[in-house]
């Protein structure tokens, strides 16, 4: 038999060559090293995610990712001056910011200062340098070794947030990670760790921001583990510049008593992959997974949900709305999978997307596979025009047209966007959906 021969993409053979040269400065023991060799072992093997693969069926990253960006250096002074404006979105919503640019932390952008009791923060590059155990105890523990797009992350993480929540501990500030791109058509492997201990509480926001005309390419992961009875929110804010490629994953663990709160907030970059990896780890839990896309000209956004219900008694919402304008396509996965010991779950998955042109395109795939017989699950999936009738009666009222259809879609993206329990930080994004509609004119 003659063996087949794969044919590698220009992108595929500039990330070898990258990770070829890189692999000996990239931090990290050399139980890291063989952690990195073995991601990047798959990847060779499997190459990039393309649509034959089902889980990708929608985003063939092959074909989408024509060419791999170098790997971004340290930022220099005019990229750190620049950064010091990044995260506005968030208008006078008071967090403390830990500010990545080109994937690299920058301590004098960040809030390190009289740190409450049980927070305790710092950057991935300098635990991997210093073997900290908790890091190397979770590292890898959670994201899904056999992704790709994972298995990447980690052979090239170079640097991102550790922060732990000690036991009881309530952090009144949002902690907002803010990773900047830089005016560099560069890729960052940005990976961090979030870990609550039980009875903690604490927000988390994530943002992603870059400028406008520039090819970079983020491929970033966090990881989660949310401790018995702490209560964690993480909010993911996506404002990429324009011709960017975004792929992100989360990773969670959640244990018995806990609640759980995700939302995802997705509005700018050129392709997106979004993808959540959610283990119910611990009975009794309660968790409310959400999302709200805003897209238009020929934007790529691709939202992809796993969540894995293992434990008895746990209870799960997902409600995720997508508005697709011009070319644009959203897509969304879900998966509620219920296994044989989960008994008593109650499960139920929604997504609608809002299509305000005859090009858009919205592809939804909600999925169950229950495997214990004592449960409540539904999903369920709707893609349409605005309702005329609607529109009709707020225009019979006096509103101008395009008012009634800012009005209407302000409402649809509200279901999702009213889960978030820290207000000021509804407004913001609210706000920032005024500004998209106003914009669109």
Not at 102 to 110: I, K, N, Q, W, Y
Not at 306 to 335: M, P, T, Y
Not at 365 to 375: G, R, S
Not at 423 to 440: D, I, P, Q, S, T
Request: charged letters at 25%; a negative charge; hydrophobic letters at 50%.
């Amino acid at each position: 038999m003659t063996d087949v021969k794969v044919i590698k993409t220009a992108a595929e053979t500039t990330l070898a060559n990258a990770f070829a040269e890189a692999r000996a400065r990239l931090p990290g023991d050399d139980a890291i090293a063989a952690q990195r060799e073995a991601a990047f072992e798959l990847f060779a093997k499997e190459g990039l995610p393309h649509r034959r693969i089902e889980e990708w069926k929608y985003t063939d990253l092959r074909a989408l990712m024509r060419e791999a960006k170098p790997l971004a250096g340290a930022p220099d002074a005019a990229a750190r001056e620049r950064a010091k404006t990044a995260g506005a979105l968030l208008g006078d919503v008071e967090t403390r910011r830990l500010v990545f640019v080109d994937g690299v932390f920058v301590a004098e952008l960040s809030d390190l200062s009289g740190l409450e009791r049980g927070l305790q923060i710092g950057s991935l590059a300098a635990a991997l340098a210093e073997g900290d155990p908790t890091v190397l105890g979770h590292l890898g523990k959670l994201a899904p070794a056999r992704d790709v797009a994972v298995a990447l992350n980690t052979a090239f993480m170079g640097d991102g947030a550790v922060i732990r929540i000690g036991a009881g501990a309530t952090i009144e500030r949002p902690l907002h990670l803010l990773f900047v791109a830089s005016q560099k058509p560069a890729a960052t492997f940005a990976r961090s760790l979030v870990v609550a201990a039980p009875g903690a509480r604490a927000m988390i926001i994530e943002g992603y921001e870059g400028p406008a005309g520039s090819e970079y390419q983020v491929n970033s992961a966090l990881e989660m583990v949310v401790g018995d009875r702490a209560h964690v929110d993480l909010v993911k804010i996506i404002t990429e510049g324009a011709d960017a490629l975004h792929v992100s994953t989360l990773a969670a663990a959640v244990a018995a008593n806990a609640r759980f709160n995700a939302f995802t907030f997705t509005l700018g970059g050129a392709v997106i992959r979004n993808q959540m990896f959610l283990n119910f780890d611990g009975e009794d839990t309660v968790a409310g997974i959400r999302g709200a896309t805003l897209l238009k000209d020929r934007q790529h956004a691709d939202t992809t949900l796993f969540a894995n219900h293992i434990a008895a008694g746990c209870q799960s919402r997902e409600v995720f709305k997508a508005v697709l304008d011009d070319d644009a396509h959203g897509v969304f996965q879900g998966r509620i999978v219920v296994r044989r010991g989960a008994q008593k779950t109650d499960a139920k998955m929604m997504t609608r997307a809002l299509l305000l042109s005859e090009r858009a395109e919205a592809d939804n795939k909600p999925e169950l596979e229950i495997f214990a017989d004592d449960v409540q699950c539904g999903h369920g999936a709707t893609a349409g025009a605005l309702d005329e009738e609607l529109k009709f009666y707020l225009m019979a009222r006096g509103i101008p047209a395009a008012e009634a259809e800012g009005l209407l879609i302000q409402a649809f993206l509200g279901e999702a966007i009213d889960g978030i329990e820290h207000a000021g930080l509804r407004e913001a994004l609210m706000e920032r959906v005024a500004a998209w509609l106003k914009a669109r004119g």
